[in-house]
């Protein structure tokens, strides 16, 4: 038969941000309780609120199969003396396992002939595992911080208040922190029954739904999509915002939405600020028209049935009204003081203890500017670019920080390239952000990025486990992003370098291998990300010290395509025998003596070899690496018959260097598309 299984923890309001990775980890421990005991099961979902995390899964087995497992004892030569008869060992085995003589066997094993016996253990049933694997299901889940409220200080993320446990149609039986499993769930804190018996595991979405609680993540989500949709105005959509349509989601139990509007004088005010003020305090959604301009409307998710809308409408305009003339009010007075004005006041704004303030990292970044790229943009722009910092706009809504810098300097009348630069500096805040739209941006927030990592790195602040409390592995994946899109020419080693340059004597604790171990991790990640198998990661993070970023990327890209062709895999094989051949050999400088090759077959691989070495060099200098990896796998045959024929290491000392330098001379080529040993070459 196959069954159904419920399990519904019951709490508090659970922060919306830690509902899902939760629900995640309790998912996979769900699974692995059935594959750890060989239950067969169909399918295993999830559901949630803010006040229940839930698993249902169907399919599932009556029991878990029977198990047969082979106990081995002493070796057969051990338990048995020349007359064949049991010895103490053997009988102590026996004994042991509470089993006759008899019942013993001979068994074959890779060590030897030894007794054994096959004990039998009946499958347990799977309720009775269950009951027993929930509290490892859910008690060990890891919440970013716990509270407790009982004698016993169990600590979870909020008080537990109810658990449903159904098998089918049963209550399972559990216990646990005084809570008695049962078959009674909630409805909605207000709109729904606050005492649900459940008829069965089947019937927990529905029953719910009839409660005002939707419980599929999915279905709230579309629900909220269709009517924010529908709310909007004619001719006018929502500001995107993928990641509070996800907060709101897991904010409510039977979303509504509500249109609101507030008055027209606020869009004098940004409207980066206006958004950020809608999004930030109250979680309302944006509006524009088609232009692109912002509409004074917002849309917002209750969790409840607007039955008095106009009453409810009225006190979230209110409330917004408010947090709209708090900014407006910033906006006026931020600007009675120059940002040139702002930057001597970051000498009080500490950066971090050891680091300094936030006026000694200006100056950082703009030495640091002035090694990337004479410009006077650029300089203005890493003078000013921090002094938002001082702002009130800033200290209420530090999202704004570098946005609010360039809008206080696009209204002061400096370039567009310097207000621009200053105000997308901070980006990409994440591998989906776009980065800086426009060079001087770009590099900007490549010094600024680059002075931060390094410079926390050199008073110790290195990311461990989830403490990273200056974003560094985020910012490092940013600057990653810059070096591949901007396609600019410098190394990691050579932006660290200018980095650690840049600071006092007394800052220059941390070393330069530990960045770049840091950078390779991100560059490592973000290749993963795009799909790049491991070797291929492996072959160009490890033979690209001296290649640009964007040239790692496109490298990697050539090598993934490459890597069907067997030619190609079939040179990296013997590439791999080159290696070998080569380690711990001296060879020096001393250049190959072409008259000193004799065989047949090394004058052919010389050939070839100098043939395609120009064409390579060419490839490789304009960016065409498919091209270079093309003339590389064609080489194929010739390696081949080299190697079938050509006794390297021969006795010979002065041929055995000859052929070993024409064998540098082509890995060192081969080394220029990647360490190509780390191919994978076996299917």
Known sequence: MKNEFLFELGTEEIPADMILPALEEMRQKLVQVFERNQIGYGSVHSFSSPRRLALFS?????????????????????GFDAANRPTSAALGFSRKLGIPMEALETVQSEKGVYLGFRRKTAGRTVPEILAESLPEIFSEISWPKTMYWRE?????????????????????????????????????????????ELQSASSYVEQLRKNYVLVDLNERREKIEKELEASCPAGTHLVPDPELIELVVNLNEYPAVLRGEFPERFLAIPKEVLITVMRHHQKYFAVMDKKQELLPFFLTVLNTVPRQGQVIKRGHEKVLRARLEDAEFFWEADRKITLQERVRRLEHVMFQEQLGSYREKTERLRELCSQLEKSEDLDTAALLCKADLTTEMVRELTELQGIMGGLYACEEGYPEEVWRAIYSHYRPLSLADAVPGTRTGALLSLADKIDTIVGCFSVGIIPSGSSDPFALRRQGQGLVKILREYRFQWPLQSLVNLAFQGLSGSRKSGTCPEVLQFMERRLRFILQERG???????????????????????????????????DFLAVCAAYKRIKNILDNQELGEQP??????????????????????????????????????QLIAGLRSTVDHFFDKVLVMTEDAQLRANRLRLLRDISKMFLRMGELSEIVTES
């Not at 169907?58 to 051990?78: K, N």
């Not at 003596?593 to 077959?601: N, V």
């Not at 070839?608 to 270079?628: R, W």
Request: with cysteine; glycine share 6%.
């Open 152 to 196: 016993s200080r169990f600590r979870f993320i909020r008080p537990l208040r109810w658990i449903v446990v159904l098998w089918n149609e049963e209550v399972l039986s559990f216990e646990f922190e005084n809570v008695r499993a049962g078959r009674v769930t909630r409805g909605h804190r207000f709109l729904g029954n606050a005492r649900i």
């Open 532 to 566: 790049i198998p491991y070797d291929v990661i492996n072959a160009v993070v490890k033979s690209g010290g001296d290649d640009a970023v964007y040239q790692t990327f496109e490298k990697a890209e050539a090598l993934t395509a490459m890597r069907k062709h067997a």
């Open 58 to 78: 169907d399919g599932i087995a009556d029991r878990q199969p029977d198990r047969e497992e082979l106990v081995l004892g002493p070796a057969r030569s051990v």
């Open 592 to 629: 190959l003596d072409p008259h000193a090759l004799r065989e047949s077959e090394e004058l052919d691989l010389h050939r070839s070899f100098q043939k395609i070495q120009p064409k390579v060099e060419n490839c490789l200098e304009k960016g065409e690496y498919i091209q270079a990896l």
